[in-house]
Structures are given as structure tokens and as C-alpha cells.
């Protein structure tokens, strides 16, 4: 009989390949009592409600303290999280985790007084604050960011009706939620050896990659089939979403919804245009050629939606042991300097990750921690190439927090949404690079290649027709129009026949998918996954063509946190999102592996 290959308990897994959160925390006694001490200084911050306006001497005391509760909150939250992560069946962990997300709360209504008092302060108070205490000069940036609010900020009694409403505000996505997570049912399928199959979301990604076209067919069917059931219903959630994104606006006196979603970060609508004209401008010459080559190499008459994920390619057999995927990485790495690299390798020494799979561990990859401890990394290493591109990215976030936490005083160490999940991308782009560099092998260059345009398919296109769709749909109901199911749609329809071009055949039940996209509740985000591709490729083209400067320019950046606004950031790096040039380089690249593409498929 053949041995089963299980998975290990997590106490037969070698300490070397474990994370050391004994690092932040020797034992659970010591979380125990920072715990308690972090609790009884929290009800002290409070007690400063009322009084940031007697001195800059009572706002640098209150400054401080809330750092050093934040410093020790943030250890105490990671810490307890990353250990339950190690093991959920564990209950003592949990317990933790929980008691340290009261503990957030409870800090969050503690200082929830902070915000409004300070904008209710004179400017200049402000300025002379910071002009007399000296320590208090590198939050000048920290109140200009938060001062600018106050052009939105309404007289109390109103800011009071507002918060009121905020419950209100949340019923559309919670009710989506509800409705597809816990009401909506998807039918059964056949799976490729004819058994019945239970249908859902999280099956869906395996069944739409099935070299099976019955089964991709079927799971299509069953999956976006039941959402054009629930359109009406779903629609009317949707048109209730914008609604609020409507009236918060107009409350608060900015232009429009989109103008509200980009204050905050500070970007014009220059760059959100960027994204979603240049998605527009570059989908005929080159998504309907990746569309056409996909047609071509699986040999279809008709090309569907539920096509799209369908391997081109078989995933290389080979396995790494994870020695080797560090020494990939490294070798991939090397353009950004042996200091870069010294410290991704400090990394593996110090114990940041969390390597290898173990019973009832938390599955996926991240990057974690806070100001104070270690980048941490989790993982679940088996050896596949997916795996070492998962090392890169994930060591890409954490890189970029130790660099940040390293370089900025807490108050900056963290950087924004906006530049999140460029670090990681950057590195993922260089990996590539070398993987195609250095493989003769043409199967494993098709992989390569085919992972590529499934990337820049999923994270360039496919958001940039998000960030369209939403920004057509606010546009409408703004002036006036009303959100149905037909008009939804319909627009769905021509977005996604723009994009992919003559050789995809579309659904009807396809044009029901905007029912489907979560994000869609939170108007105006997904914009960003497309400006941090973009980034990237910017970073990594630069530093791979040698151009002068291009590493210490994305060292800095890697450095800045959330020093600036983050363009700023990014400008200071060589990388101008209200310009059209990042973008169109990115669509270079994009063409030239394409035409590559071409040649090894042909």
C-alpha cells in the first residue's frame, strides 16, 4: 500500500522553518500583561477629550502617549492573530485574537474625540504649535493631510445626523452580502469523472481552470446563471450603494462621488482617467490579440467567457525545495542591489517566515506585523513555481514595511493602499524576467509567458473595466438616471465586448456579472490594483534597462512609508501617474511578450 503523504503537526515542523514571534512576545504570559497595561493606559487618552486645544505642550503629551498605546496595540494585535494563525484549532490563540480586536475598539472610541477637536481648531493654532515645540515638527505633514478635510467637515449638529446615518449607509453591501454568501445557492455539477459536485465561489476557480470544456461550461452556467436570476434584486442593492456615494458627497460638498473617493490620497481624476482610457485605448490591438491566440491554441470554433481560464500551457513539473526558491529569488533580486538582497536574506535567517503547511494553519500567503516587530511572512511552501513566486511577492510587502519602519518615526511607517502592492509586484516582475532569462526550456517559457498575460488580463484590464463600470454607473445616477438591471446590463455588456474583442462570444448570462464583484461596494478602490501594476512595471523596466539612478530612486521610495502624499512619492521615484507614460510602458511590455507569445505558440 502506498504511504499517504499527510500534512504534519505543526510540532514536527523544524523550528528553523517556523516564524519567531518570540521575537515581539517570549510567552503568552508576557502578551498577557501588555495586554493589561495596554488596557488601563487606553482609558487615559480619553481623558484628553476637550483639552488639545490649551497648549502645544498638552498635544505633544497626548501625541505621545497614543503612539506608545498604538506601538504596544499593534504587537499586541499582530502577535495574537499570527499565533491563531498558526493553528485554528487551537482555542487559546483565538481567545487572543479576540481579546485584541476589543482592544482595538475600545482604543478607536478612546480616541475617536481626536479628529473632530483638531478640525475644529483654529489653523493657525495649529501652526503655532508646531512652530513652538519643536518635537511637533514632524507631524507637520500628518495635520496638513488632515486639516485639508476641513473644507468638508460640517457644523457639528450635521456631522452628528451624518454618523446617525452611517448604519444606513452600510445596509446595501451588508444585505449583498447576506444574499449571496448565505441565501443564494448555486446548483450541482458533474466534475470530469462524471460525479456530482456541489457548485460555489470557491470551486468556481478550480472549475473554470478544468481542461474540461463541459465542466468550465456547466460551472459558468451554474455560477453566473443564478446572479441573472437575483438582478432585480441585486440591482436595486447596487443602485441603493451609489445612492449613498451620491448623497455623502453632495453632504459634504464635493464635486462628485469620484471626487470624494480621491480626496483623501489626494489624486486627481487625472490618474483614475489614465487607467480606464488606457485599458479603452490599448484592448483592440492587444487583449483582442491575447483573446485570438487563447482561441487559437485550444483549438476553439467559439470562444466564451468560461474559455478564459482554460490552461494554454501544462505547469512546470519541477519541484523547489525552498533552499532553492530563496536562491531563485536572491538571483532574480540581484538588480536591486546587495543590500536588498542582504536583507531578504536577513529575512530568511531572522525567522520573518513561516514556511511550510501544517495541520489546521491558516492557508494562503501574507505579509504581516506592525511598527516594533519584524515583517513577518506567511506561507505555505510545496515546492511549486507558484510558490516561489509567492516567496517574492510576499517578501515584496515585507521588504517594503521593513524599509518604511526602518527609515520613518511611527507616525509614517505606514504606507497606503495606494502603493501597497507595488513592492511585491516589482518583484514578481523581476522574477519573471530572470525565469525567462535563464530557461531555454519552450513548455516552461509558455507557462511563463502564459502567467504573465493572465496577470496583466486580471489586474490591468479586467480592474481598468471595473474602475470604467463604476465610474459610468455613478456618472448615471448622478444625472438622474436609474439603475436597473437592464441598463446595468447592457453596460456590462458593451464594457466587456470592448475589451475582449470579436473572438468572445458574450453570454447573456455574462452581462449579469457586475452582480457578482464585491468591490463594487466599495465605489472607487479597484482603480488602484491597476496603478500599482502599472508602477511596478515602471520600477522594474527602469531598473532592468540600467537606466541611471532607477535603484536608489526605488530605494527611497521603498524608504518614504507614508511620508507624502503618495504620488508624490512615486513622482520623487520616477514614476508620474498623471502622466499617460507609465501606462503606455506598460503596454509595451505587455506587447512585446505578447508578440513573443505569438511566435512560440505559432
Not at 442593492?237 to 445612492?243: R, W
Not at 512546470?316 to 533552499?323: G, H, I, L, V
Not at 511572512?377 to 521593513?402: A, K, R, W
Amino acid at each position: 500500500m502506498t504511504a499517504v503523504n499527510e500534512v504534519p503537526e505543526r510540532s514536527s515542523i523544524p523550528e528553523k522553518d517556523k516564524w519567531n514571534l518570540e521575537a515581539i512576545y517570549a510567552a503568552f504570559d508576557e502578551w498577557q500583561k501588555a495586554y493589561d497595561q495596554t488596557l488601563a493606559e487606553i482609558d487615559g487618552l480619553a481623558e484628553y477629550a476637550g483639552k488639545l486645544g490649551e497648549g502645544s505642550g498638552t498635544l505633544l503629551e497626548f501625541i505621545r502617549k497614543d503612539e506608545s498605546v498604538s506601538l504596544e496595540l499593534g504587537k499586541l494585535y499582530s502577535y495574537a492573530n499570527m499565533k491563531s494563525h498558526e493553528d485554528l484549532r487551537l482555542a487559546k490563540p483565538m481567545e487572543m485574537a479576540s481579546m485584541a480586536e476589543s482592544l482595538m475598539v475600545k482604543y478607536s472610541a478612546a480616541v475617536s474625540f481626536f479628529e473632530p477637536e483638531i478640525l475644529a481648531l483654529p489653523h493657525e493654532y495649529i501652526n503655532d504649535c508646531i512652530k513652538n515645540e519643536h518635537e511637533l515638527t514632524r507631524y507637520e505633514f500628518f495635520f496638513r493631510k488632515l486639516l485639508r478635510e476641513r473644507e468638508h467637515i460640517l457644523p457639528r449638529e450635521q456631522e452628528e445626523l451624518l454618523a446617525k446615518a452611517g448604519e444606513m449607509r452600510a445596509v446595501p453591501e451588508n444585505a449583498f452580502s447576506l444574499l449571496t454568501d448565505a441565501d443564494m445557492a448555486f446548483p450541482n455539477i458533474q466534475d470530469e469523472a462524471g460525479n456530482e459536485a456541489e457548485l460555489t465561489e470557491e470551486r468556481w476557480y478550480r472549475f473554470s481552470r478544468s481542461k474540461d470544456r463541459r465542466v468550465r461550461h456547466d460551472a459558468f452556467m451554474g455560477i453566473y446563471g443564478t446572479y441573472a436570476k437575483f438582478q432585480h434584486a441585486v440591482s436595486a442593492l447596487y443602485a441603493g450603494s451609489v445612492k449613498g456615494d451620491i448623497f455623502y458627497a453632495r453632504a459634504r460638498h464635493y464635486k462628485d462621488s469620484l471626487d470624494m473617493a480621491l480626496f483623501a490620497e489626494n489624486v486627481p481624476e487625472e490618474v483614475y482617467s489614465n487607467v480606464v482610457d488606457t485599458a479603452r485605448e490599448y484592448s483592440a490591438p492587444l487583449m483582442h490579440k491575447l483573446i485570438a491566440l487563447r482561441k487559437k491554441v485550444l483549438g476553439l470554433d467559439e470562444f466564451h467567457f468560461y474559455d478564459l481560464n482554460a490552461p494554454i500551457t501544462t505547469e512546470p513539473e519541477r519541484s523547489y525545495t525552498f533552499d532553492e526558491a530563496v536562491s531563485i529569488a536572491v538571483e532574480a533580486l540581484a538588480p536591486l542591489g546587495e543590500e536588498y538582497c542582504a536583507n531578504f536574506r536577513r529575512g530568511i535567517s531572522e525567522r520573518w517566515i513561516d514556511i511550510y503547511e501544517n495541520k489546521g494553519k491558516r492557508k494562503g500567503a501574507y505579509s504581516w506585523g506592525a511598527y516594533g516587530t519584524k515583517p513577518y511572512v506567511l506561507l505555505n511552501f510545496d515546492g511549486t513555481i507558484h510558490d516561489v513566486f509567492t516567496l517574492v511577492h510576499e517578501m515584496g510587502h515585507s521588504l517594503h514595511s521593513y524599509y518604511s519602519r526602518e527609515n520613518q518615526p511611527q507616525v509614517y511607517a505606514d504606507y497606503t493602499i495606494l502603493l501597497a502592492e507595488v513592492a511585491s509586484t516589482t518583484n514578481e516582475a523581476l522574477l519573471l524576467e530572470y525565469l525567462l532569462k535563464h530557461n531555454s526550456d519552450p513548455e516552461a517559457r509558455k507557462w511563463l509567458l502564459a502567467y504573465y498575460y493572465d496577470m496583466v488580463r486580471v489586474t490591468f484590464f479586467r480592474q481598468a473595466m471595473f474602475a470604467d463600470f463604476e465610474r459610468e454607473a455613478h456618472r448615471h445616477s448622478e444625472s438622474g438616471g436609474v439603475l436597473t438591471p437592464e441598463y446595468l446590463n447592457d453596460l456590462w455588456r458593451k464594457l466587456n465586448a470592448h475589451c475582449y474583442g470579436p473572438d468572445m462570444v458574450i453570454d447573456e448570462e455574462l452581462c449579469a456579472e457586475w452582480a457578482r464583484i464585491p468591490h463594487f461596494y466599495s465605489a472607487f478602490y479597484v482603480y488602484k490594483y491597476v496603478t500599482g501594476f502599472t508602477a511596478a512595471n515602471a520600477f522594474s523596466s527602469a531598473i532592468l534597462n540600467q537606466e541611471e539612478g532607477a535603484v536608489n530612486r526605488y530605494i527611497n521610495f521603498l524608504k518614504s512609508g507614508g511620508s507624502d502624499y503618495s504620488l508624490n512619492i512615486l513622482r520623487r521615484a520616477g514614476v508620474d501617474l498623471t502622466e499617460k507614460a507609465p501606462f503606455e510602458r506598460t503596454m509595451r511590455t505587455f506587447s512585446e511578450r505578447l508578440d513573443e507569445g505569438l511566435k512560440v505558440w505559432a
